[in-house]
C-alpha cells in the first residue's frame, strides 16, 4: 500500500476515496449517533443545519469533507515542498487517523473547524517572502476568528500564529497588530449585527463553555485504540526523523517544519481544553500528525516493516467496528 502512494499519479485520489468508503464501511452501513456537544452559539447553527439529514447521509458527508481535508493537506506539503518528495501518503495518513478515531467519521463542528486550521497553515506558509503580506496577514487573523466563532478553544491558535510570524519573518509589531485586526473584524461585525437585530440568544453562548472532569470520557474498549497506537510510534519516528534531517533542507523549509512540529503539541492542548469534547476535537492534531507519519513512511529503510504496519493498519480499521458490532472474533481459539 505505500509504494502505491508513493507515486503522483491523480488516479490514486480515486483509490484513496474508495479506500476511506471501505474502511469507514461499517460506520456508514450501521450509523450510530455518536455524541456531539458544541460549547457556543454557532457551533449549534451549524449543526441543526444537517439535524434532518439521516445518519448515514451524514457519515457519508463527513468522509467527503475528510477526503477534501485530505487533499487540502496533500496540496498544502506539495506546494511548499514540506517532504522531499512529493507523495499521496499525507492524504492516505489522514484518512487512516480519522479512521482510527470513530468520533471524526461523523459531522461534527470540529470537523468543520479544521477547514480553518488547515487554511491558516496555508496562509502562514504564504506569508515567506510574500509581495502583498498585508493582505494575507490580515486574512490569517480572519481565518482564526472564525475558527474560534466555530469552536472558542480554537481562540488559542492566535499566539501561535503570532510566534510564527516572527520564526517565518522578521517580527514586526506593525505585522501583529494587523493580524489582531483580522482577528477582531468578524466578531465586530457580528456583535454589531447582534445589537442591531437585538439578537442576544447567541451572544453569550459565544464566550462561554464548560470544562468536564477527564474520566467522564467513555474511551471505548482497549483494542480499538491498535491502529491509532501503530500510527502514533510512526508519527514519533517521522518527526524524530525529520529533526535529524531538517539541517539538510532550505531555510524556508526548515522554518514550516518548525511551525509544523510546534503545531502538534498546541493542537494536544487545545483538544484537552474542552474534556467533554476531547474525543471530537482530536481531530485538530490529525494535520501535522499525518505530515509527520508521511515523512516517516517516505523513508527508504525498513520498507518492509512500514508496509506490514499500514497493511495491520487498514485491516484493523476493518476488522474492529465489525467485531464490535457482530461479536465476531476471528483471532479467538
Not at 41 to 64: H, R
Not at 68 to 79: H, S
Request: aromatic share 16%; with cysteine; hydrophobic share 55%.
Amino acid at each position: 500500500m505505500v509504494f502505491i502512494f508513493k507515486s503522483q499519479k491523480a488516479i490514486l485520489i480515486a483509490m484513496l476515496a474508495i479506500l476511506a468508503f471501505i474502511i469507514k464501511g461499517m460506520y456508514i452501513l450501521e450509523p450510530v449517533a455518536l455524541d456531539v456537544k458544541t460549547n457556543n452559539y454557532f457551533g449549534d447553527v451549524l449543526m441543526q443545519i444537517f439535524a434532518n439529514t439521516p445518519l448515514k447521509a451524514q457519515y457519508v458527508i463527513a468522509t467527503f469533507i475528510i477526503l477534501l481535508q485530505a487533499m487540502f493537506i496533500n496540496w498544502i506539503v506539495k506546494k511548499f515542498e514540506l517532504l522531499e518528495k512529493y507523495s499521496w501518503l499525507p492524504a492516505l495518513s489522514f484518512v487512516l487517523l480519522t479512521a482510527a478515531l470513530p468520533q471524526t467519521n461523523q459531522l461534527s463542528p470540529q470537523l468543520f473547524a479544521n477547514f480553518f486550521i488547515l487554511a491558516a497553515i496555508w496562509k502562514l506558509f504564504t506569508l515567506y517572502k510574500s509581495e502583498y503580506s498585508n493582505k494575507h496577514i490580515f486574512e490569517l487573523g480572519f481565518i482564526c476568528s472564525l475558527a474560534t466563532l466555530i469552536r472558542f478553544e480554537l481562540i488559542y491558535l492566535l499566539p501561535l500564529i503570532l510566534y510564527a510570524l516572527g520564526v517565518l519573518r522578521v517580527p514586526n509589531f506593525r505585522e501583529m497588530l494587523l493580524t489582531l485586526l483580522g482577528f477582531i473584524t468578524p466578531i465586530y461585525i457580528l456583535a454589531s449585527f447582534l445589537y442591531i437585530f437585538k439578537v442576544q440568544d447567541g451572544a453569550i453562548d459565544l464566550i462561554t463553555r464548560n470544562f468536564y472532569k477527564f474520566n467522564e470520557l467513555n474511551w471505548g474498549k482497549y483494542y480499538t485504540w491498535i491502529p491509532l497506537g501503530l500510527l502514533v510510534i510512526m508519527y514519533l519516528a517521522g518527526a524524530i526523523i525529520m529533526q535529524e534531517n531538517i539541517h539538510k533542507s532550505m531555510l524556508k523549509i526548515r522554518k514550516m517544519l518548525r511551525i509544523i512540529i510546534i503545531l502538534f503539541p498546541v493542537t494536544i492542548a487545545i483538544a484537552f481544553i474542552d474534556y467533554e469534547n476531547l474525543q471530537n476535537n482530536l481531530i485538530y492534531i490529525l494535520a501535522p500528525t499525518s505530515i509527520l507519519v508521511a515523512n516517516y513512511l517516505l523513508q527508504p529503510r525498513w520498507y518492509w516493516f512500514k508496509e506490514l504496519m499500514i497493511t495491520i493498519i487498514i485491516a484493523a480499521e476493518i476488522y474492529l467496528p465489525l467485531m464490535e458490532k457482530y461479536d465476531i472474533h476471528l483471532l479467538a481459539p
